[in-house]
């Protein structure tokens, strides 16, 4: 069974991954774009992904939330765009009707570290691009938090 997990480091450059698990090695396809474009590039990956799997489901948008503090809250243009595009990241996963998580950069990086990365094979798809290595832990944090996964640190992910 087909499951995929976009994830999406929202921000003036945001970082998109899709992650697709289906029993064997984890295939993944990365990418960074402006934040203007990024809604619809989402969209479009949401509809492909919808067919590749065959039932919305079996997708899911995992997006990085915005936290309001003392450096969002200086971040003026910035600190908009991401909050307009995470507004937008929540209208395509419900229009589509896959499901729409938010998890916290302090959540997710601890655990998805580069080792983590690497193990999952998406180190290489992410090459260069930070932001795109962002959203890339994004997916790897879900699908293993969503049992897609064996985290790829465990002795299940080792046979």
Do not use: N
């Not at 289906?22 to 509809?47: F, K, R, Y």
């Not at 039932?55 to 971040?75: I, N, Y």
């Amino acid at each position: 069974m087909t499951r995929i997990y976009l994830g999406v480091d929202p921000g003036p450059v945001p970082g998109i991954v899709v992650l697709r698990v289906d029993g064997g090695t984890p295939a993944a396809h990365a990418l960074q774009c402006s934040a203007g474009i990024a809604a619809a590039v989402v969209d479009h990956l949401v509809s492909d992904s919808i067919e590749a799997a065959g039932d919305p489901a079996r997708v899911v948008l995992a997006v990085e939330k915005f936290v309001v503090g003392r450096a969002s809250m200086r971040s003026g243009r910035d600190g908009a765009l991401t909050r307009d595009l995470v507004g937008q990241l929540q209208r395509v996963a419900a229009l589509h009707g896959v499901r729409y998580v938010e998890r916290s950069a302090s959540q997710v990086k601890p655990w998805a570290t580069d080792d983590r990365l690497a193990g999952a094979r998406l180190l290489e798809p992410t090459k260069g691009m930070r932001h795109a290595r962002d959203a890339a832990r994004l997916a790897l944090y879900a699908a293993v938090h969503d049992g897609a996964l064996p985290d790829p640190l465990s002795r299940r992910a080792a046979r």
